[in-house]
T-cell receptor, first 115, second 114 residues
């Protein structure tokens, strides 16, 4: 079964609202989690690296005030898309690194549609 | 800087044919990791293989095989006797030691026709 769970798997929201996506490691502690965005028929692009207990490191071109990342515990990271607009519609995927083994696991992804 | 190139955007073959997906990478590190993932229409990423830069042995897992050649910076993936269920987008990815994050190629959309 999945060892990294994302919720919700699908979300539709109105333009201007904020949406929170959760990424949980189910049976291991993840000191580092990563958030990727994938537009239709495109590759995965890293948005930010999230380290437990510290501020996320954002990739160039990613607005930190728009995509708020919180990694408050060793098993949970959240991505909040603030004031969402239709161009934010995308597939968001998280990955979590097992702090002990170093293995990397991906969540199932969350498809965001902003109307 | 690290970069992964999958030159084949789309491949379409008939079932039972063999098919090879190409992957070429760039990195300045001597220690790095290469990955292949499968992304079916449902969207989740399915891990297929991880190979470190010091292990150039070819790998075979059932109908899947991988050819890692440092001399040409390539990590190609071959599916033997393809099946319709193999239809998906396949991503090659690179991780440099210490960087932790993955850099993905553009992906190859593989369609296996019955």
């Amino acid at each position: 079964g999945a060892v990294v769970s994302q919720h919700p798997s699908r979300v539709i929201c109105k333009s201007g609202t904020s949406v929170k996506i959760e990424c949980r490691s189910l049976d291991f502690q993840a000191t580092t989690m990563f958030w990727y965005r994938q537009f239709p028929k495109q590759s995965l692009m890293l948005m930010a690296t999230s380290n437990e207990g510290s501020k996320a490191t954002y990739e160039q071109g990613v607005e930190k005030d728009k995509f708020l990342i919180n990694h408050a515990s060793l098993t949970l990271s959240t991505l909040t898309v603030t004031s969402a607009h239709p161009e934010d519609s995308s597939f968001y995927i998280c990955s979590a690194r097992n702090g002990v083994t170093g293995e990397l696991f991906f969540g199932e992804g969350s498809r965001l549609t902003v109307l | 800087a690290q970069k992964v190139t999958q030159a084949q955007t789309e491949i379409s073959v008939v079932e039972k044919e063999d098919v090879t997906l190409d992957c070429v990478y760039e990195t300045r590190d001597t220690t790095y990791y290469l990955f292949w993932y499968k992304q079916p229409p449902s969207g989740e990423l399915v891990f297929l293989i991880r190979r470190n830069s010091f292990d150039e042995q070819n790998e075979i897992s059932g109908r899947y095989s991988w050819n890692f050649q440092k001399s040409t910076s390539s990590f190609n993936f071959t599916i033997t006797a393809s099946q319709v269920v193999d239809s998906a987008v396949y991503f090659c990815a690179l991780s440099e030691q210490g960087a932790q994050k993955l850099v993905f190629g553009q992906g190859t959309r593989l369609t296996i026709n019955p």
